[in-house]
């Protein structure tokens, strides 16, 4: 009996395009909450199609990063997939998606998110990055995600098989496109599958060669259910057709069209219901490999359904999605949960890679369930009968007969504790020939040849170690681990690990570094630097980079409304290309000694002054008599500028992204906080380092008690310290990491933000109140008089509630998650900041929205001047920015 298709738990989307270009439609064809609204929206195909290149560089590094955090470098990825989300599901759809995704959920089902792309560019876009800023998710690991093509099901049916599922292997690697090595990439395959293949569910046969004859004549030698390939491809959106590099008479390669590999493979019996297209794992190929465009055409071609790598693939990632999708299908999975188990597998894999993007599946009309496996039945009335292990006795041997076998079994004996394995071995088979039942000989030759086996594969990854080749070193060793014979072996291991993580950071460094892609660079030298300080600068690019990028501040900025950072001595006479930074900074400065002060009585909402980052920046405040602000960004320094000419003051440097800023309230100090795992603080004057606080994790925030004498820091505990002598006065340990703090008016309390609101005694660190379960508060803040607390919500909300008795008093909606929230000094507004890129102004009393700016990227962080007049914001997109808000 066939399986019901699956559409009531589907979610159906058409994506086509629109009247002008850039433009396109979308349309609910069906969804779990009923309707079929449509919409426009605007999209840069070609703009994310040019970062491609960038976003696979992006994934392909975070497959060897072991963190427990999530890395700089997934920025590209997490931006790309924000991007296509709030193009997509804008307006009445993403009504409908919120919808049937809250219907399938009350109903404890999967949502199903199948997608129909009716525009050829569309077929190479990243889909599968898909990322919901609202639930802070990517769609593709919560639910099922298909790309359908719509056309007549050949076979709406699965097809019956009995096991074992067969599938053809292909490895292609023609002269004059990146070599493959072809027995590695088969014994990857091979690994992943030994498990199915073990059990009996699963065939696999490897044709002899990738030409057009060699594959046909063994698609005539079926049946065959699956074809795998392993190799490179490529897309033509001109003419709408995916290509495959096969072999030709000569060698070389030959691209054949995906519409002709469909019809190569009609001559099997039956057709393969099923093409499996995997990105060679040569980093070089990877701009050359839309596999995921190729699947599109094949699919169109007639295939059922075609699972495919959008980008170049690890081994250890290539091997995982493989065990975890075949065993999927194997045991009678519909292959867009097949594929789903496959981007599961990859995750337990490696938990920080970001390779579960890769995989992508098309499927032909609404064929989804392939295959239907039969188990065959025993008659009635019989039992499977357990085999006889016990060995049978021999034949009746005279003396000197049992005397010769005597002497085979102690020489066996003897050679096997000498560790002369072969020997062993070939002793131990005359013995067994003569007598299978002789002793333990079939256990000793049995323990031989695994212990000859486990010596060659020692030998073989001590080589590899030697080598470099520190994959296969690691993979070796790890079939070792268990074998007390080879103590050493995870400890080699964890080393090849490591020493491969480095090898691939710094390849990936220098990738980026040869586009001129300046803050990948230095995103990836301080992933080396966790794992090897030494290693962190290689060729001296990293130290390239933060010059290229101080120049670029310098050299971008002519105008008092943006105005340039000083350069530093360090870039005029370290870089000759950078020479011209002096005669624009002489320049930018004499503008900023002209610039008039400004008009106070500007219209509400005015920028009054934008100052930039090389990175995003993470937090704005105002000093306390509202001359200057300062901030604290991604690309490693904290800064200080004037708030009316927007020049840079001061600029301090810490080992890793600066996540805060604070000044003490006499105004002059500054602290400083870190992913270092340091806090800092500085003389606001000069920049002299005046302490350094240990924290051992990552500081997210900190702030100065209103006397001064004290900073409280965030991280996985909360901690006070004495801000002149750098003391821990109080620890104060918690579930999930504290993401910021805030002191009431007198200091005598302490509030720590996290999944919830903590209310601590200053002095004994006591838990007075928790407020607000489950918020996962971003951002907290006490009113002036100490009467309420504020807090940003991952759940599009600011909340307000009565410090005391934790009653809430007022919700705020953003259209995405809340970062960043501060009272007014008089205490009647408060401001917001979200990941939907605004910053807002609100009327406490009323919840009234007064005004809403806009960055281009979310809005980190939010601070009025002590006079409540301006605003600043700060954001990921590199900016912070100064508002007029006098008036509202």
């Not at 020493?499 to 950071?505: E, K």
């Not at 630097?529 to 101080?550: F, H, S, V």
């Amino acid at each position: 009996m066939s399986e019901k298709v699956v559409v009531d738990g589907d979610i159906e989307l058409e994506i086509g395009s629109g009247s002008q270009r850039g433009e396109y439609t979308v349309r609910v064809i069906r969804a779990r909450a009923g309707g079929e609204p449509s919409a426009r929206f605007r999209l840069d195909v070609d703009e994310l199609l040019n970062r491609r290149s960038d976003l696979e560089r992006t994934i392909l590094a975070s497959a060897v990063s072991a963190r427990r955090t999530v890395p700089r470098s997934e920025e590209p990825v997490r931006q790309a997939g924000e991007q296509l989300f709030m193009a997509l599901f804008t307006g009445a759809i993403g009504g409908a998606y919120r919808a049937s995704l809250g219907a399938a959920q009350q109903a404890g089902d999967e949502l199903r998110l199948v997608l129909r792309l009716a525009a050829p560019e569309l077929a190479a876009l990243p889909w599968e990055m898909l990322y919901d800023p609202e639930t802070g998710s990517y769609l593709c690991r919560t639910e099922p995600l298909v790309r359908r093509i719509p056309a007549a099901d050949y076979n709406p049916r699965p097809l019956k098989v009995a096991p074992p599922l067969r599938i053809l292997g292909v490895v292609s690697s023609p002269r004059g496109l990146q070599t493959l090595d072809v027995e590695a990439e088969k014994a990857h395959l091979e690994e992943a599958l030994a498990g199915p293949v073990a059990a009996g569910l699963v065939e696999l046969v490897w044709t002899p060669e990738a030409t057009w004859d060699g594959i046909h004549e063994q698609l005539l030698a079926g049946p065959w259910h699956v074809l795998h390939f392993i190799g490179h491809g490529d897309y033509d959106l001109g003419s709408d057709e995916g290509l495959i590099a096969l072999v030709d008479a000569h060698g070389r390669y030959a691209l054949v069209e995906a519409s002709r590999i469909a019809y190569l493979l009609s001559a099997a019996r039956p057709i393969p219901r099923l093409v499996v297209l995997n990105s060679c794992s040569t980093g070089q190929a990877g701009t050359e490999d839309l596999f995921s465009g190729t699947a599109a055409a094949l699919v169109r071609g007639g295939i059922s359904a075609v699972a495919a790598m959008q980008f170049t693939v690890s081994d250890g990632a290539a091997i995982a999605f493989a065990r975890g999708f075949y065993t999927a299908i194997a045991h009678g999975r519909r292959v867009d949960e097949a594929v789903r188990n496959g981007r599961i597998s990859i995750t337990g894999n490696s938990g920080s890679t970001l390779e579960w993007v890769t995989p992508v599946v098309y499927v032909r009309g609404t064929a989804a369930s392939l295959f239907a496996l039969t188990v065959p039945r025993r008659a009635a009335g019989t039992r499977r009968q357990k085999p006889d292990a016990s060995p049978k006795p021999g034949p009746v041997q005279s003396d000197r007969e049992q005397d010769q076998l005597r002497t085979l079994y102690l020489q066996a004996r003897n050679a096997h504790q000498q560790n002369q394995f072969e020997t062993a071995i070939g002793l131990l088979d005359k013995l067994l020939a003569a007598d299978p039942g002789y002793r333990d000989g079939a256990l000793l030759r049995d323990t031989a040849i695994r212990r000859h086996e486990h010596s060659a594969t020692y030998q073989d990854a001590r080589k590899a170690e030697d080598d470099g080749d520190w994959a296969a070193a690691a993979r070796g060793y790890a079939l070792l681990e268990a074998d007390p014979h080879f103590a050493d072996a995870a400890d080699r291991r964890r080393t090849c690990e490591s020493r491969q993580q480095m090898a691939a950071l710094q390849a990936a460094l220098r990738q980026h570094a040869e586009a001129m892609e300046w803050q990948a660079v230095l995103d990836l030298a301080a992933e080396l630097k966790a794992l090897e300080p030494d290693a962190a600068d290689p060729d001296g690019l990293a130290t390239r980079a933060r010059l290229e990028l101080r120049y670029k501040q310098a050299a971008g900025a002519d105008n008092a409304t943006d105005p340039a950072i000083q350069p530093e001595t360090e870039i005029l006479t370290t870089s000759t290309s950078l020479q011209g930074a002096k005669t624009r900074s002489d320049t930018a400065q004499s503008s900023r000694s002209q610039t008039p002060a400004r008009n106070t009585a500007q219209q509400a909402g005015t920028r009054l002054l934008t100052v930039r980052h090389a990175s995003a920046v993470n937090s704005v405040t105002f000093s306390p008599d509202g001359t200057c602000v300062a901030t604290a960004s991604w690309d490693e320094t904290a800064r200080i500028w004037d708030a009316a000419t927007g020049g840079e003051l001061l600029r301090v440097r810490h080992d890793n992204v600066v996540n805060a800023v604070a000044f003490s309230p006499e105004g002059s100090r500054m602290a400083t906080a870190s992913s270092d795992e340091t806090a800092r603080i500085w003389d606001a004057g000069s920049g002299i380092q005046l302490l350094e606080l240990q924290h051992g994790s990552s500081i997210n925030g900190l702030a100065f008690s209103p006397d001064g004498n004290q900073l409280a820091t965030a991280s996985e505990e909360t901690r006070i310290w004495d801000s002149h002598s750098g003391a821990l006065l109080l620890r104060v340990r918690q579930d999930d990491p504290a993401r910021g703090v805030a002191f009431n008016a007198d200091g005598s309390f302490l509030a720590s933000a996290g999944d919830d609101i903590r209310l601590l005694n200053m002095h004994s660190g006591a838990l007075l109140l928790r407020i607000g379960r489950h918020v996962m508060a971003t951002g907290v803040a006490f009113s002036p008089d100490g009467t309420s607390i504020a807090a940003g919500s991952d759940d599009r909300m600011a909340w307000i509630w009565n410090a005391t008795t934790g009653k809430k008093l007022t919700k705020i909606r953003h259209e995405s998650s809340v970062r960043a929230v501060a009272f007014s000094p008089g205490g009647t507004r408060l401001a917001t900041g979200g990941g939907d890129r605004t910053a807002r102004l609100w009327d406490i009393a009323t919840g009234a929205q007064l005004l809403q700016v806009h960055h281009d990227g979310w809005v980190s962080a939010v601070s009025f001047r002590p006079d409540g007049g301006w605003l600043a914001t700060a954001s990921r997109d590199g900016t912070a920015r100064i508002w007029h808000i006098t008036g509202v």
